[in-house]
């Protein structure tokens, strides 16, 4: 045999290997081929001849992660055993993969929460099992330590998370930036500042202040225990700051009611050129909505256009509640229209749109389309079409309604339910009828539920059943401010003056102030805000002129001023004099003699608008031709011509 050529050995040394079981695992699994490389791996233990033993320990933490990330919880076990007979448990990184298996996958022994309705029993198993593997780790890093803090801290377990970290400090492993964006969320849900404030002092003092995720948890953690000023300090602070920073802190100012912090995080936002996300509409539309200023609506929704999002059909639902909180309904429903599959969402904020704005008929067609269209009404949907039959005063429609949620669709009436039920028979003059049921209630009636009735009793002037009602209420709630300004309301309204004042002395000792009426009005972007007999505004004089004017328009066409409101004993002169003083009509007089003719005018009030100031729009709407829009405590008020879309009844 001749021998082979120096060349030719040569060349062959220098042929690459073919890779290990170990490298082509761990490289498929790097890939997100995590089928692929189970299979790799059950082929490799499959074998002959069998791969060397390091194979093993090198691709075992590959296959425990792919196992991880399918749900393959059964072949986890197997893999454990393996792990202990090869000693690959040993090395940290294999047992730390395990130990994340175990806190990922609720043990498959455990069982199903479907069957026993226990799944708190099967996360103390899934515990217990991941403690297990945890206390049996020869060595332990800090990724192991916050692989089961971490745990905890997502699943409830709140005094265990915090007792492993008092244990990993004991235990000689500094607590890192992970740790602490694990348990930050902890002190957020359970609304403990004062520990979560300790844990940002130990980040600042460990370096640990500038980190994003650190920095995150501290802000939705100041935000969610109601201290958003520490939560701009902290974003403030912070050297770098991406779109997921900024968008959690304007979260955070906009669940806080802090609207104008929200708007002015928004504006920083595109000063630092960080584009908008969805998620940035869905939490500054409805703060608008809730401040009623249409013009910053109108900017978004141009926001939402020109981000291309407006075929979102959660900023499209926000769009639509903006709108109609604005007073915009018209709007509001073009969106809607516009919508080629609405979702539960969409139709019910539409459906309570129409229910607070009117026509309310329109609502329960609504309700009819959206059931003809396989859509599935919940709860919050029943609330809208029953908050809709109270303001058109259907009491049959309105038990219908009430009746279906259990006996069509399965949904157990809450107390709110009873509460838009309670309220229907009260409006309608119902009295005694409301009375019964709320005193049948499955549910234990809250003051709210009474108080429902007790503004009905005063409407209808039943001072007698007002007592009886007010009793209830201030069983439940002594210092239920608005229940004594009712009941005193309507000993008012009945001639008891010697009541009225009695309970009045009687708040007084108790410290109690009533809340005063206030209206407001944006007039150029700017909001003017209206008390009774305020002289304060610039304009008052204008304002006045400009009321008296009208009064004597009023008189010609039969306006007579209605005093059933005020609530003092005094002379019939000097209850018109009153009258003339209240915000609403300061507010509205200041719209109009303040904006070019033709200009809608929207008013807000804190509180439900008096018959009078109604009488009073309805005219004013007819003598100077313009729509005008008042938002009160109840609903929207739509005057044009001489009419309001309530009907006279709110």
Request: with cysteine; glycine share 6%.
């Given at each position: 045999?001749?021998?082979?050529?120096?060349?030719?050995?040569?060349?062959?040394?220098?042929?690459?290997?073919?890779?290990?079981?170990?490298?082509?695992?761990?490289?498929?699994?790097?890939?997100?081929?995590?089928?692929?490389?189970?299979?790799?791996?059950?082929?490799?233990?499959?074998?002959?001849?069998?791969?060397?033993?390091?194979?093993?320990?090198?691709?075992?933490?590959?296959?425990?992660?792919?196992?991880?990330?399918?749900?393959?919880?059964?072949?986890?076990?197997?893999?454990?055993?393996?792990?202990?007979?090869?000693?690959?448990?040993?090395?940290?990184?294999?047992?730390?993969?395990?130990?994340?298996?175990?806190?990922?996958?609720?043990?498959?022994?455990?069982?199903?929460?479907?069957?026993?309705?226990?799944?708190?029993?099967?996360?103390?198993?899934?515990?217990?099992?991941?403690?297990?593997?945890f206390d049996e780790m020869p060595e332990k890093d800090a990724v192991s330590w916050n692989t089961l803090v971490l745990w905890c801290a997502e699943n409830g377990r709140h005094q265990e998370a915090l007792g492993l970290i008092r244990e990993m400090w004991g235990d000689?492993?500094?607590?890192?930036?992970?740790?602490?964006?694990?348990?930050?969320?902890?002190?957020?849900?359970?609304?403990?500042?004062?520990?979560?404030?300790?844990?940002?002092?130990?980040?600042?003092?460990?370096?640990?202040?500038?980190?994003?995720?650190?920095?995150?948890?501290?802000?939705?953690?100041?935000?969610?225990?109601?201290?958003?000023?520490?939560?701009?300090?902290?974003?403030?602070?912070?050297?770098?700051?991406?779109?997921?920073?900024?968008?959690?802190?304007?979260?955070?100012?906009?669940?806080?009611?802090?609207?104008?912090?929200?708007?002015?995080?928004?504006?920083?936002?595109?000063?630092?050129?960080?584009?908008?996300?969805?998620?940035?509409?869905?939490?500054?539309?409805?703060?608008?909505?809730?401040?009623?200023?249409?013009?910053?609506?109108?900017?978004?929704?141009?926001?939402?256009?020109?981000?291309?999002?407006?075929?979102?059909?959660?900023?499209?639902?926000?769009?639509?509640?903006?709108?109609?909180?604005?007073?915009?309904?018209?709007?509001?429903?073009?969106?809607?229209?516009?919508?080629?599959?609405?979702?539960?969402?969409?139709?019910?904020?539409?459906?309570?749109?129409?229910?607070?704005?009117?026509?309310?008929?329109?609502?329960?067609?609504?309700?009819?389309?959206?059931?003809?269209?396989?859509?599935?009404?919940?709860?919050?949907?029943?609330?809208?079409?029953?908050?809709?039959?109270s303001h058109a005063g259907l009491v049959d429609k309105g038990w219908k309604y009430f009746n279906s949620m259990s006996d069509h669709y399965g949904i157990v009436p809450s107390l709110e339910h009873h509460a838009a039920l309670a309220d229907i028979l009260g409006r309608?003059?119902?009295?005694?009828?409301?009375?019964?049921?709320?005193?049948?209630?499955?549910?234990?009636?809250?003051?709210?539920?009474?108080?429902?009735?007790?503004?009905?009793?005063?409407?209808?002037?039943?001072?007698?059943?007002?007592?009886?009602?007010?009793?209830?209420?201030?069983?439940?709630?002594?210092?239920?401010?608005?229940?004594?300004?009712?009941?005193?309301?309507?000993?008012?309204?009945?001639?008891?003056?010697?009541?009225?004042?009695?309970?009045?002395?009687?708040?007084?000792?108790?410290?109690?102030?009533?809340?005063?009426?206030?209206?407001?009005?944006?007039?150029?972007?700017?909001?003017?805000?209206?008390?009774?007999?305020?002289?304060?505004?610039?304009?008052?004089?204008?304002?006045?002129?400009?009321?008296?004017?009208?009064?004597?328009?009023?008189?010609?066409?039969?306006?007579?001023?209605?005093?059933?409101?005020?609530?003092?004993?005094?002379?019939?002169?000097?209850?018109?004099?009153?009258?003339?003083?209240?915000?609403?009509?300061?507010?509205?007089?200041?719209?109009?003699?303040?904006?070019?003719?033709?200009?809608?005018?929207?008013?807000?009030?804190?509180?439900?608008?008096?018959?009078?100031?109604?009488?009073?729009?309805?005219?004013?709407?007819?003598?100077?031709?313009?729509?005008?829009?008042?938002?009160?405590?109840?609903?929207?008020?739509?005057?044009?011509?001489?009419?309001?879309?309530?009907?006279?009844?709110?």
């Amino acid at each position: 045999m001749q021998p082979r050529p120096l060349a030719a050995v040569a060349v062959d040394a220098s042929a690459p290997f073919p890779p290990s079981w170990a490298h082509r695992i761990r490289s498929a699994a790097s890939q997100g081929h995590f089928f692929h490389a189970i299979a790799l791996f059950l082929q490799m233990r499959a074998s002959t001849p069998a791969p060397p033993r390091s194979s093993v320990p090198a691709s075992l933490p590959a296959a425990l992660k792919c196992c991880t990330v399918l749900g393959l919880r059964a072949l986890g076990a197997p893999l454990h055993a393996l792990a202990l007979r090869s000693g690959a448990f040993a090395d940290c990184f294999t047992a730390n993969a395990l130990l994340n298996l175990y806190c990922k996958l609720p043990p498959s022994s455990c069982p199903s929460p479907e069957m026993h309705g226990a799944a708190g029993e099967s996360e103390a198993a899934a515990l217990q099992s991941a403690r297990k593997v945890f206390d049996e780790m020869p060595e332990k890093d800090a990724v192991s330590w916050n692989t089961l803090v971490l745990w905890c801290a997502e699943n409830g377990r709140h005094q265990e998370a915090l007792g492993l970290i008092r244990e990993m400090w004991g235990d000689g492993c500094k607590p890192d930036s992970f740790t602490l964006s694990s348990v930050l969320p902890i002190f957020a849900e359970c609304s403990d500042v004062r520990r979560g404030m300790e844990v940002h002092g130990f980040a600042t003092r460990n370096g640990f202040a500038d980190d994003v995720f650190v920095g995150s948890g501290l802000i939705n953690m100041y935000a969610n225990c109601t201290r958003t000023d520490y939560s701009v300090k902290v974003f403030d602070n912070l050297p770098g700051r991406d779109a997921v920073l900024w968008n959690s802190m304007l979260a955070g100012c906009a669940q806080n009611g802090s609207a104008e912090e929200a708007l002015e995080i928004f504006r920083r936002m595109l000063h630092s050129r960080i584009r908008p996300m969805p998620v940035t509409f869905s939490s500054l539309i409805p703060v608008c909505g809730n401040l009623a200023s249409l013009h910053l609506g109108k900017q978004l929704h141009a926001y939402v256009i020109f981000g291309g999002f407006d075929g979102n059909v959660f900023i499209t639902s926000s769009l639509i509640d903006m709108y109609c909180k604005c007073g915009d309904v018209s709007i509001a429903r073009h969106i809607f229209d516009r919508i080629q599959s609405p979702d539960i969402v969409s139709w019910t904020v539409m459906i309570m749109g129409h229910a607070l704005h009117g026509p309310t008929r329109e609502a329960l067609v609504l309700f009819d389309r959206m059931e003809l269209g396989n859509v599935k009404p919940n709860d919050i949907t029943f609330l809208a079409v029953l908050t809709a039959c109270s303001h058109a005063g259907l009491v049959d429609k309105g038990w219908k309604y009430f009746n279906s949620m259990s006996d069509h669709y399965g949904i157990v009436p809450s107390l709110e339910h009873h509460a838009a039920l309670a309220d229907i028979l009260g409006r309608a003059g119902k009295l005694e009828e409301a009375y019964n049921f709320i005193s049948k209630m499955q549910i234990k009636p809250t003051a709210s539920v009474w108080s429902t009735l007790l503004r009905a009793c005063k409407v209808h002037k039943n001072t007698v059943l007002a007592e009886e009602v007010a009793k209830r209420i201030f069983e439940l709630e002594p210092r239920s401010m608005g229940s004594h300004v009712i009941l005193s309301n309507a000993y008012s309204s009945s001639g008891r003056w010697n009541e009225a004042a009695h309970l009045r002395k009687s708040m007084r000792k108790k410290g109690m102030k009533k809340e005063p009426a206030c209206s407001w009005i944006e007039v150029k972007n700017k909001r003017h805000v209206f008390v009774a007999h305020d002289k304060s505004h610039p304009w008052y004089e204008r304002i006045i002129g400009a009321l008296n004017v009208f009064s004597e328009q009023m008189a010609r066409q039969g306006y007579v001023p209605n005093t059933e409101d005020v609530f003092q004993d005094i002379e019939e002169e000097q209850k018109s004099h009153v009258l003339c003083g209240h915000s609403e009509k300061l507010a509205m007089v200041f719209g109009i003699i303040s904006t070019p003719p033709g200009t809608t005018i929207r008013v807000m009030k804190n509180l439900r608008v008096c018959v009078d100031c109604h009488a009073v729009t309805k005219f004013i709407s007819k003598i100077v031709g313009r729509e005008i829009v008042m938002r009160d405590a109840n609903r929207f008020h739509h005057f044009k011509d001489g009419n309001c879309s309530c009907g006279d009844f709110w």
